[in-house]
């Protein structure tokens, strides 16, 4: 990975989880919403992967976020759950 895909990975995460706290709260602060958005790309991945979800949508980028924030949704709920 080079330092502009891992730039663009950052951004992506911030964006999902800011997006997931304004929908499930919680994950405060930037440092929150990239551990959560990080996370939640990959079990949005894992997740839409195994049932079949496939967004088929004009841009990669918005089908990236809207899975990342779904994921850090998940990630949200289960933190919460655990602690």
Known sequence: MDVK???IMGVIGIV???LASLVVGGAG????YLIAGVLGAFVGGFVFNALG???K???PLVSQIITSTVGAMIVIIIARFIT
């Open 5 to 7: 895909a891992l730039v």
């Open 16 to 18: 999902a989880g800011f």
């Open 29 to 32: 602060g930037l440092l929150g």
């Open 53 to 55: 979800i496939n967004l």
């Open 57 to 59: 949508l004009g841009s």
